[in-house]
């Protein structure tokens, strides 16, 4: 098992509010990445961090913001979810670029 | 986009039998990685081929790189009902970025 985590699994909210998907690891990489995909759909980077006070726009643009405050910790948040938003979003981290990346067990969100 | 594809979309075989997986990309690479992911989990990591390398076995799984032609393949030899998952290819580039670019996956069912 992989020491990245996050939080919650499954997140069922309403249009309008504001939430954070949390995603933390144990591993001290310091390359982090959220990528969001639809059912069965490939894999898309909205995020990604080199390091701490680091972070880029991925190549699929996301309403959603980061931050990297810790090495360990790298949050998303989305200000004012919409039904657009419902999707799987999954972190994942790695040591360095291009080697193994690790990924949480992803985070399902539906916008009502 | 850089998303690579890979082919078949979806697989369907009886146990014991083999499953090859095809994997294009666009973008000169570093290395290329396959990842594995059961339904609404995260990725995890089956192996890693680096762009001088042309084969590489790890258990029932060979992958094979062919960077002229910009595509790799994935095979599992006696496939298990405990193989259904979708499998992805990965790209991490040379641009410097570092990014990981997945491709479509391909679904694969074993069936027992």
């Known amino acids: 098992e992989a020491d990245i985590y996050q939080t919650p699994r499954y997140l069922v909210i309403g249009t309008g509010k504001k939430i954070t998907l949390e995603c933390s690891q144990t591993?001290?990489?310091?390359?982090m990445y959220w990528y969001q995909q639809d059912p069965g759909m490939e894999l898309h980077l909205i995020h990604y961090s080199y390091g701490v006070n680091s972070t880029e726009k991925g190549d699929l643009s996301s309403e959603s913001t980061v931050s990297r405050i810790r090495t360990e910790h790298f949050p998303l948040t989305l200000e004012s979810a919409r039904p657009s938003h419902t999707s799987q979003y999954l972190c994942a981290s790695s040591y360095a670029g291009g080697t193994e990346a690790f990924f949480g067990q992803g985070t399902r969100l539906t916008v009502v | 986009s850089q998303q690579g594809e890979e082919d078949p979309q979806a697989l369907s075989i009886q146990e014991g039998e083999n499953a090859t997986m095809n994997c294009s990309y666009k973008t000169s690479i570093n290395n290329l990685q396959w990842y594995r992911q059961n339904s609404g989990r995260g990725l995890v990591h089956l192996i890693l081929?680096?762009?001088?390398?042309r084969e590489k076995h790890s258990g029932r799984l060979r992958v094979t790189l062919d960077t002229s032609k910009k595509s790799s393949s994935l095979l599992i030899t006696a496939s298990r009902a405990a193989d259904t998952a979708s499998y992805f290819c990965a790209t991490a580039s040379t641009s410097g970025t570092y990014k990981y670019i997945f491709g479509t996956g391909t679904r694969l069912k074993v069936l027992a």
């Open positions: 591993m001290g990489h310091d390359k």
């Open positions: 081929i680096r762009s001088n390398e």
